[in-house]
């Protein structure tokens, strides 16, 4: 596992979507896994950015959500389709036909939607860089804690942490799901390289458990320390409960010097 520490949340922003950015210059096609919440939003900025100067094209990419809620129609302000065309798709060139979510609407039959979703990652050829935030629980996507490490896409509960974290985003009398479809765990591990940002304090503990406490379904999030390719972008908040920082910043520096000498990031 990779750890960048950075200072603040903007600079966690940047340097994520410098990596993205790369990362689709060099795979035109790229699959990218996607991640909603407050995190990623500064990221989503800053590719958008990159897209209106003629930086970075989505032209190519196809895209795969992590989650949905079930229970709201995607014109719903409060589903996770709509956040997405919000703070990306609606102003990138990505094309329409190529983004993916879990949707599961009421009359579905979840299993057979999770299927789907999942032969439609393997049909697209899998993913190539996801991207997640974390829960202050630990969860990646909707994996709450003491989900199988082995989970593919199906339906959670949220937990009520979650569904009060959460509640800050609906306006007082919405409807706020409890239920969602999310990626597994297993299905997440399977992506070619991971990219996790973290900011502020309340991820901290969530933040030390994934990375340096034991690999267990109580912190969902530590599942990544069984991937090969997964890097951690944290502002030092995030970061404030690690007892290996000097580690990773050391590891960090000589990194730099390594991509200085062979100019790329990824080995894709
Ligand atoms: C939701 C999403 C997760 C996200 C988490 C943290 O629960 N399902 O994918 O990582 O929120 O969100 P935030 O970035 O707002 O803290």
Redo the contacts with the bound molecule.
């Keep these: 596992m990779e750890v960048i520490i950075v200072d603040s949340p903007e600079q966690v922003a940047n340097r994520a979507a410098r990596m993205v950015s790369e990362f689709i210059q060099k795979k035109s096609n790229a699959v990218l896994g996607l991640?909603?919440?407050?995190?990623?939003?500064a990221l989503y900025r800053e590719l958008i950015a990159a897209h209106q100067c003629g930086e970075t094209s989505f032209r190519g990419v196809t895209s795969f959500n992590?989650?949905e809620y079930i229970g709201l129609a995607p014109e719903n302000s409060q589903s996770?389709r709509y956040f997405m065309e919000e703070h990306l798709f609606s102003h990138v060139d990505i094309a329409a036909k190529n983004t993916f979510l879990p949707s599961c609407k009421r009359d579905d039959n979840p299993r057979k939607v999770g299927r789907a979703y999942e032969e439609k990652i393997l049909a697209s050829g899998g993913i190539d860089l996801q991207i997640?935030?974390?829960?202050?629980n630990g969860?990646?996507?909707?994996n709450e804690p003491s989900s199988s490490l082995a989970s593919r896409t199906r339906v959670k509960t949220?937990t009520r942490e979650?569904v009060d974290?959460?509640s800050r985003?609906f306006d007082d009398g919405d409807f706020q799901p409890h239920l969602?479809m999310?990626m597994g765990i297993a299905t997440i591990l399977e992506a070619r390289h991971i990219l996790l940002?973290?900011?502020?304090e309340?991820?901290a503990a969530a933040i030390r458990d994934a990375i340096e406490g034991p690999l267990c379904a109580h912190c969902p999030a530590s599942a990544l320390q069984m991937h090969r390719r997964a890097v951690m972008v944290l502002d030092r908040a995030a970061a404030s409960a690690l007892e290996e920082t000097d580690y990773y910043q050391w590891v960090e520096s000589q990194h730099v010097s390594l991509v200085e000498e062979y100019g790329h990031y990824y080995d894709l």
């Design positions: 991640a909603t919440g407050s995190t990623p939003i992590l989650d996770y997640l935030g974390i829960g202050s969860h990646i996507g909707f949220l979650t974290a959460n985003l969602a999310t940002l973290a900011t502020g309340n991820k």
